[in-house]
């Protein structure tokens, strides 16, 4: 994710102090070195505070501080809420930790600095693009395997709905849409003994590479008693997105696709189980992107997510 260099902080600065002397004062050598804020395009404000001449940088993101299209929301409420999503996953897989937070610098979480590159940045390059999906599916298997519960399948579809609000499709669309979401509920296809802890926002910049290990930023919306192939079926949309945009045509990404439902996979019967259910999650990632774009590729993503909610006929 790109970036661009903002502001310098110097001692008697109130917040690059209460990095220095409560969050990180230990990492660092000279506590009076000066601090380089990088600031990120994202949904709320996100900086990067480098510490001059110390090799050392942490994040920051200003829940009271939103950028996007939310704003009216509670960002105490959202910060409490990170926070505890990445203590809980840092006890399984791989995440920027959560360093600290605090509500008087416009309720601010600051956790680690991962370097490397983005998962994203990995496909577009034809970096070892088989090898980094299949270290994300294994990461995802063990976060999923590791925070068992039980299992919300209204949620799921409360969710699906809301999105489908947030389009402001015309009628006959929707009533489409409505007509496919029924079928799916009373087949027997999302019905599960237990639920997990999903990372939900599975986009490919969520994930860095920092010496071929995979790390997962931003649990913000991470949800619990959740289908596990949720995760799955947004990142194969992910990709769907990707390789249609940037790479010559949306279905290029199957194989790749396929390959990562293999490696998350347990055993065949399990990868057919996936299989089966993945185009109702894959709908709901399409869908999320749809509300990105405009026009034309909007309308395509909605065909595409309405014909992925069809494949239940064919099972």
């Known amino acids: 994710m790109a970036s661009r260099h ?7 600065d109130p917040f690059r102090d209460w990095l ?8 660092l050598r000279n506590k009076n070195c000066s601090v380089n804020v990088f600031k990120y395009n994202s949904s709320h404000t996100v900086c990067r505070y480098q510490f001059k001449s110390e090799h050392f940088s942490v994040m920051a993101k200003f829940f009271a501080e939103p950028t996007g299209q939310l704003k009216d929301y509670n960002p105490y409420k959202g910060m409490m809420n990170e926070y505890r999503n990445l203590r809980k996953a840092a006890s399984v897989i791989n995440v920027a930790r959560p360093l600290a937070i605090n509500k008087k610098f416009n309720c601010v979480l600051v956790t680690e600095h991962i370097p490397g590159k983005s998962l994203g940045w990995c496909i577009r390059h034809e970096e070892k693009r088989y090898e980094r999906l299949a270290a994300v599916a294994h990461m995802l298997r063990q976060l999923h395997d590791n925070t068992k519960s039980s299992y919300n399948k209204e ?4 969710n699906y709905h809301d999105v489908l609000g947030h389009l402001k499709l015309d009628h006959d669309t929707r009533e489409t849409f409505n007509k496919l979401l029924g079928e799916w509920w009373y087949s027997p296809l ?4 237990y639920g997990c802890m999903v990372h939900r926002d599975v986009n490919l910049s969520n994930y860095i590479f920092c010496k071929d290990k995979p790390y997962a930023l931003d649990f913000e ?3 619990f008693e959740a289908h596990p192939v949720r995760d799955l079926g947004i990142l194969a949309a992910e990709l769907k997105n990707e390789f249609e945009l ?3 045509g949306g279905e290029k990404a199957e194989p790749y696709i396929g390959n990562f439902l293999w490696e998350y996979s347990s055993n065949e019967k399990d990868f057919y189980y996936i299989t089966r259910t993945l185009p109702f999650f894959m709908s709901i990632g399409l869908l999320r992107s749809a509300r990105l774009h405009q026009s034309d590729y909007r309308n395509y993503l909605i065909r595409e997510a309405c014909e992925c909610l069809k494949a239940i006929n064919y099972r």
Do not use: A, I, K, Q
């Open 221 to 223: 919306s991470s949800w």
């Open 6 to 12: 903002v502001n310098t902080l110097n001692p008697g």
């Open 246 to 248: 940037h790479m010559g």
């Open 155 to 158: 949620n799921e579809f409360r």
């Open 20 to 27: 220095v002397e409560e969050v990180v004062g230990d990492r």
């Open 190 to 193: 999302l019905d599960r003994e």
